[in-house]
């Protein structure tokens, strides 16, 4: 399975209301060196609703280039729109990116049958690996089991983002599709859940900020060290909530500027956490920065 284990949902900072490349690339490199297993730009903690193509092709091409091969990139490339997403999943494709992420329609609010048919068509058109990316919350529609079925007989349809916060349903796809294509988990809090349920890893906010442990809980899992596994995530609880006290990813922004990693900006309609809400970010930064 190429897309497995700890992957981090990069932001994308803003410098005076551009895209800072500089910045970005210099956060690829904290991660790789951390040791992740991946990298997701242009998700919805990468802000892509609010990013130009323009600004969508040089945030794919900056990670892809600083990465170097080091490890798999897997653009984010999913719209409202299935033509729009096929052209963001050409221009990754251009790029180089090793895979596309693909959320489902949200506002449209497509049918089974639809989402079917979006999914399938960018799939065989893109003509790169791809990771589906099921979050009701923020699409309401949800890729049901049967939907599934039918679009794990696509080749290139390779793994799942599961964002329900439903472990139940992570274990009911791996029950019915292992080996078809992988399970992530789409929510920090979860991640140890759904791997012990089958899941393959996951796709990280919390990695933006701390790397290394997210990699290790993952790691140690895998390599059967479960204990420690769960010590250490069991530690990291406090903060993985506290990434989602606000709408991401202006929590994780805010907590990547305390550090100095980034401009604390964020683009309209979203705005940077509260104060209130910013004393718990950094209190839980606090707990966790030093480990």
């Known amino acids: 399975m190429m897309f497995t284990g700890a992957l981090t949902a990069l932001v994308t900072p803003f410098r005076g209301g551009q895209v ?29 609703i609010n990013l130009s193509d323009r600004e969508y092709r040089d945030v794919v091409r900056a990670v892809v280039e600083q990465t170097g091969g080091r490890v798999p990139v897997v653009a984010g490339a999913g719209t409202a729109s299935t033509e729009h997403s096929l052209e963001l999943a050409k221009i990754a494709r251009e790029a180089k990116a090793d895979g596309v992420m693909i959320v489902s329609p949200y506002y449209n609010k497509p049918t089974q049958e639809g989402l079917f048919a979006h999914f399938k068509t960018i799939a065989l058109e893109a003509s790169l690996p791809l990771v589906l990316y099921n979050i009701p919350g923020r699409t309401c529609v949800d890729i049901s089991l049967e939907t599934l079925e039918r679009l794990a007989g696509i080749a290139n349809i390779v793994a799942i983002k599961e964002a329900t916060g439903n472990v139940l349903r ?12 992988a399970v992530l988990a789409g929510d920090d809090a979860l991640a140890l859940a759904i791997m012990a349920v089958g899941g393959k890893g996951v796709i990280s906010v919390s990695a933006n900020v701390i790397p290394s442990q997210v990699v290790s809980v993952v790691h140690m899992f895998r390599d059967g060290d479960i204990a420690a596994a769960l010590d250490l995530h069991q530690s990291l609880l406090r903060f993985h909530q506290a990434m989602f006290v606000e709408t991401n990813p202006a929590p994780v922004k805010a907590a990547l500027a305390m550090l100095g990693r980034i401009a604390p900006e964020i683009r309209l309609p979203l705005v940077m956490p509260s104060d209130a809400s910013q004393e718990k970010i950094r209190a839980a930064i606090e707990m966790v920065v030093s480990r």
Do not use: H, K, M
């Open 20 to 48: 800072d490349i500089a910045a970005l690339r210099e956060l690829v490199e904290v991660q790789i060196q951390a040791g992740i297993d991946g990298l997701v730009p242009c998700g919805s903690t990468g802000e892509s």
């Open 170 to 181: 992570s274990q009911e796809i791996v029950a019915t599709f292992a080996g078809r294509f």
